[in-house]
């Protein structure tokens, strides 16, 4: 399998994306921690998927232990957090060579209304919490000698405006910033950077889009494709991001939008 004999981190991984890829990046043969904030019982959801994989022993040489996952509590938004998720992760598998910020969260409120405590809140999650997560998986590349792989679940946003949602469009335009620098930076170590910038995909934090039908429509007809995204149309880019066929790939950022980006109009 493309992913045998790897270890990966997958943030944010109890629900959503986060969720979908961890699965995916098992299917492909990868160890995976799942690294959850406050739900306890996704987290242990998604790590029972994949051990009911192992049950059925995967690829050639097969899986049927129950070790390809196990979950660990963090906030991202904490550095101690950050630290002690890297830490007990390599701990457990003995190395790390996949990362994936999925991690994130966004606020809504007018411009003028933001408050420094929700501004806060999305910049240490989705930048701050990215920022340090990396710093300490590459360590352990650079330490340990390994070439590894860092993806980041950006957002359409790091490009396109997002009215009423600034905090979360300058984190991801500075996470567009951070994988360009790092690509540079980080190659001569053999680890690539790369963001993976979904546009409107079901998950829950779009809820309140998919309970509002006349929003839904509205974005509907700016999706070239029609339909809104499935996490499993993310976490196929993230997976191939993830093995050797994107050796050659860094410093990029891949737009899973059904055509969006080119077709935005301002709702
Ligand atoms: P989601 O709300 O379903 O999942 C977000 C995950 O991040 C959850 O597992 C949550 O527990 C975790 N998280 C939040 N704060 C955390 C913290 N402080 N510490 C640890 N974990 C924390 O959202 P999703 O749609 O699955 O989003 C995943 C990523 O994809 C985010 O970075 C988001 O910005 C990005 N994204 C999503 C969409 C979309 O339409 N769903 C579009 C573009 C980008």
Same mark, same amino acid.
């Given at each position: 399998m493309r992913l045998d004999g790897k270890v990966a981190l997958v943030t #944010? +991984? +109890?629900? #959503?994306i986060g969720q979908v890829i961890a699965i995916r990046l098992a299917e492909a043969g990868a160890k995976v921690v799942i690294n959850y904030r406050s739900h306890p019982e996704g987290a242990a959801e998604t790590v029972a998927k994949i051990r009911a994989m192992g049950g059925e022993c995967h690829g050639a040489e097969g899986y049927c232990d129950d070790d390809h996952a196990f979950s660990i509590g963090a906030d991202l938004s904490i550095l101690a957090d950050i630290h002690r998720l890297v830490g007990e992760s390599i701990d457990h598998y003995g190395q790390l060579d996949i990362l994936v910020n999925n991690a994130g969260i966004e606020k809504h409120a007018p411009f003028w209304e933001v408050t420094e405590k929700a501004f806060d809140a999305v910049i240490n999650v989705n930048l701050k919490g990215v920022f340090f997560t990396t710093q300490a998986v590459v360590k352990h590349l650079m330490a340990t000698e390994r070439s590894g792989k860092i993806i980041n679940i950006s957002s359409v946003h790091e490009d396109l405006p997002f009215p009423n949602f600034a905090p979360y469009c300058a984190s991801k335009g500075g996470l567009k910033m951070l994988t360009r620098d790092l690509a540079v930076e980080l190659a001569p170590y053999g680890i690539t950077v790369n963001n993976v910038a979904p546009g409107a995909i079901e998950t829950p934090i779009n809820s309140e889009l998919l309970n509002n039908q006349a929003k839904l429509n509205a974005l509907l007809k700016n999706i070239p494709l029609g339909r809104l995204g499935h996490p499993q149309d993310v976490a196929g880019l993230v997976e191939f991001l993830a +093995? &050797? &066929?994107?050796?050659?790939?860094?410093g990029s950022t891949f737009f899973v939008d059904g055509g969006l980006t080119w077709n935005y109009q301002e709702q």
């Open positions: #944010g +991984s +109890s629900q #959503g +093995s &050797d &066929d994107a050796n050659y790939i860094t």
